[in-house]
């Protein structure tokens, strides 16, 4: 098999000056993964209930989130191996949990965000149910990563985002904002009855577990060793930035546009507010932003089904590694590979792997079964456990393994590190309680 034509050499230095700009990627994949439809949802109820006051949480979210995805490269970087072996070493619970939740969390994600991108696709293109359209979504998605190698599935989400970025924009100039009233969003108000809002405004910006796929990506790239660490840095403070202009431009559009409307947690929150700017400004202005609509839905399932597919297959590599030796991503055992090839394109040709592949099949085929089902409660209930318990066990180890000499000395973490980690794992621990407390009363 001739495998230059997939190959990705790696940079082995840093790039310097504007340069550092063109390298950027991973950063951009994983925030931009980590926004979906449920974000959206979220943060137009919120700006239709309260207007912008409660823009300061979104900010803060973003800040947080910032921090969990500079640990999470961090330590990729400082360590030399991946996040599955950083909680390999924490003991043997942290990777249990991790595989009955990554199991779980698939067959219910894959439904959702297949739902997700079916919605604008019927509404944009009609013909089919949303079922119908939700179903050639995955199985398109499917295809597309099974096919392609990293440094094509980078520029083709790169292109989604800058959509995505550009039409929810565009839209928030269109509504005119009132900058009064946005400048009070960063006065810290709560509302009576706000709490909720503001802790899912907070806990939801930017992803949960796809933000451990961040640093996989670095390494697919090439990035490794703590000289990069700086890239790194730039890389996902770009990425967390431009998602945080855009959640506040989504907060933006459903406060001008919703404003006073009782609204639910529900997908087709988002058509409502695509058919009020048609009646506004033109349809024009509603398909602008159905296409924004449909790459915000399009990333966050091409990066899940590429992302963490490639957790799945570390965890497998991980639990059978024996006690003691590191489970490094670029070290995996893939048959036809060439150990004397390069870090990127071992890295890459994970992506040909049989656990990658089977849970991508995983993601796909199986979830189409909750498709044709209205309310799948008994697994939602579970799915919606775990996924409450995800952010703190993310947070929380993260502080363990990167104050830990596990890792180079000049990757550990400082005071401001470890008061954001220390503040998002105190925060991600209330959501949690507050969560089960509210399932189950």
Do not use: C
């Not at 108000?189 to 796809?210: C, E, F, K, N, R």
């Not at 490794?224 to 996902?236: I, P």
């Not at 559009?253 to 009782?262: A, D, E, N, R, W």
């Not at 939602?380 to 180890?397: C, D, E, K, N, R």
């Amino acid at each position: 098999m001739n495998t230059s034509a997939t190959r990705l050499e790696p940079q082995l230095t840093p790039p310097t000056g504007k340069a550092r700009f063109r390298g950027l990627g991973p950063g951009l994949l994983a925030a931009a993964t980590g926004v979906g439809a449920g974000d959206l949802v979220a943060t137009m109820v919120a700006g239709a209930q309260y207007g912008t006051l409660l823009l300061w949480a979104a900010l803060i979210g973003t800040v947080l989130k910032l921090a969990l995805g500079e640990g999470v490269g961090r330590w990729h970087l400082a360590s030399g191996t991946t996040l599955l072996d950083g909680w390999r070493r924490l003991g043997r619970w942290a990777t249990g949990f991790f595989g009955l939740y990554i199991v779980i969390w698939g067959f219910v994600y894959g439904a959702t965000a297949m739902s997700a991108v079916g919605l604008p696709l019927n509404a944009l293109f009609g013909g089919l149910p949303v079922r119908g359209w939700a179903m050639i979504a995955g199985v398109v998605g499917l295809a597309l990563v099974w096919a392609q190698r990293y440094h094509f599935f980078e520029k083709f989400m790169t292109v989604l985002v800058l959509i995505k970025f550009a039409s929810v924009v565009a839209v928030a100039v269109l509504v005119t904002p009132d900058l009064a009233e946005l400048a009070k969003g960063l006065t810290f108000q709560l509302p009576a009855g706000s709490t909720v809002y503001v802790l899912g405004l907070i806990g939801g910006v930017g992803g949960t577990i796809t933000m451990a796929a961040y640093g996989y990506w670095m390494f697919a790239k090439g990035w490794k060793g703590t000289g990069w660490l700086s890239m790194m840095r730039l890389d996902n403070a770009v990425g967390y930035l431009m998602t945080g202009i855009f959640v506040v431009a989504m907060l933006i559009v459903g406060s001008t546009i919703l404003f006073g409307q009782k609204l639910t947690q529900s997908d087709s929150g988002l058509l409502i507010l695509g058919n009020e700017l048609g009646e506004r400004y033109g349809q024009w202005a509603r398909i602008l932003f159905l296409v924004g609509f449909l790459a915000v839905t399009t990333t966050s399932l091409l990066g899940v089904w590429n992302g963490v597919s490639l957790l799945f297959a570390d965890w497998t590599r991980t639990i059978r590694l024996p006690h003691g030796r590191r489970a490094e991503l670029v070290d995996a055992e893939v048959p036809g590979e060439d150990k004397g090839e390069t870090t990127a394109y071992r890295a890459t040709a994970v992506e040909k792997s049989l656990p990658f592949r089977g849970y991508l099949l995983w993601l796909t085929f199986p979830p189409m079964f909750l498709l044709f089902l209205d309310k799948p409660f008994g697994l939602t209930l579970v799915y919606g456990v775990l996924g409450s318990v995800f952010m703190p066990f993310l947070a929380i180890t993260l502080m363990l393994l990167l104050n830990s000499k596990r890792i180079e000395r000049d990757g550990r973490s400082g005071w401001l590190s470890n008061g954001l980690l220390g503040a998002a794992s105190a925060l991600f621990l209330f959501l949690m309680i507050t969560d089960l407390v509210e399932r189950f009363g």
